[in-house]
């Protein structure tokens, strides 16, 4: 789906993006435990200027170049950013962006580890 996106009131490109966070400008900024950490965030592009990035873990990134028009009177988070994460393709068998990990494979969605399963039993169903 896509969406209209403004920075200041004024049309931009914006997108959702997984990024990796860089070095904090200054260790009194909000995010300067967070570096080398995985965070959702929003990749704003505007007036011909290198791409700068708004934290999006609540979703307020976002609210901000859609809803809130890339107004000042919208609060935001600025985030340094070491790099983004390229985008997974869907996995063919279960449309999510990768297969389940090990840890989370349990009894309770379906995966049941350490059971012999034999054909008899897997004919007993």
Not at 56 to 61: A, F, K, L, P, V
Request: with cysteine; charged share 20%.
């Amino acid at each position: 789906m896509d969406y209209e996106t403004y920075w200041n009131g004024e049309p931009c490109e914006a997108r959702k993006v997984r990024v990796i966070v860089g070095a904090s400008p200054r260790s009194t900024w909000w995010c300067a435990g967070l570096e080398g950490q995985e965070r959702q965030a929003v990749e704003v592009t505007y007036a011909g200027q290198p791409p700068f990035y708004l934290d999006n873990e609540d979703g307020s990134g976002w609210f901000k170049v859609t809803k809130g028009r890339g107004s000042p009177a919208v609060g935001h988070s600025s985030l340094p950013v070491r790099s983004v994460i390229p985008e997974r393709e869907p996995h063919p068998m279960t449309h999510e962006t990768a297969p389940m990990r090990p840890s989370k494979m349990t009894a309770a969605n379906g995966w049941n580890f350490g059971t012999k399963m034999t054909t008899r039993s897997l004919a007993r169903g």
